[in-house]
């Protein structure tokens, strides 16, 4: 097991409402990347922040937005939620923001839009 | 998008035995990651090799990458049913400060 968590574990949504889902990192990391996984599928990246910054996004619309506080935790928010959006979220920390690192991951939130 | 394929997408071996996936990927990399994925939950560093690396291993592990063929494979040894999960390729590239998964190997391990 990391050291870093997640909450909720499982969250049950209607279409076009919010969410915000939580991480908190691992001691000593100051970068956390939050990654999205459709069932069946690995994991993409939504985007990374690193000393409270965003540091890089991929291919996801801005309605999927981040925020992350002075402790290194992190917020994950989607609003206008989709159908398409029922996936199981991820958020993993590191000593870093470049790929290099090893990324040390949270056992998800598992969001069920319907 | 994927940049990563596993290849093949499920494997079923008998305890004892050693497992091989492949991983292939499209465009340059600085390094290449192994995660596995026990169903449903967080995914578990296994192994990273650099791109100026041929072989790396770390117990019953061992990974290759041939940058030429732009290829990776990743054998288990001596397996257990405990191995049972799914197990990820990811790749990194200087011009993007994310991992790249690709779509996962299944691998069961039957007793």
């Known amino acids: 097991e990391t050291g870093v968590t997640q909450s909720p574990t499982h969250l049950i949504k209607t279409r076009g409402q919010q969410v915000t889902l939580r991480c908190s990192s691992q001691?000593?990391?100051?970068?956390v990347s939050w990654y999205q996984q459709a069932l069946g599928q690995g994991p993409q990246f939504i985007f990374q922040y690193y000393r409270e910054e965003e540091n890089g996004r991929g291919n996801f619309p801005p309605r999927f937005s981040g925020l992350q506080f002075p402790n290194y935790s992190s917020e994950l928010n989607v609003n206008a939620l989709e159908l398409d959006d029922s996936a199981l979220y991820l958020c993993a920390s590191s000593t870093g923001p470049n790929e290099g690192y090893e990324q040390y991951f949270g056992p998800g939130t598992r969001l069920t839009v319907t | 998008s994927q940049q990563g394929e596993e290849d093949p997408q499920a494997l079923s071996i008998q305890e004892g035995e050693n497992a091989t996936m492949n991983c292939s990927y499209k465009?340059?990399?600085?390094?290449l990651q192994w995660y596995r994925q026990n169903s449903g939950r967080g995914l578990v560093h296994l192994i990273l090799?650099?791109?100026?690396?041929r072989e790396k291993h770390s117990g019953r592990l061992r990974v290759t990458l041939d940058t030429s063929k732009k290829s990776s494979s990743l054998l288990i040894t001596a397996s257990r049913a405990a191995d049972t999960a799914s197990y990820f390729c990811?790749?990194?590239?200087?011009?993007?400060?994310?991992?790249?998964f690709g779509s996962g190997t299944q691998l069961t391990v039957l007793p």
């Open positions: 465009t340059s990399i600085n390094n």
């Open positions: 990811a790749t990194g590239s200087g011009s993007a400060r994310q991992l790249t």
């Open positions: 001691s000593g990391h100051n970068t």
């Open positions: 090799i650099r791109s100026n690396e």
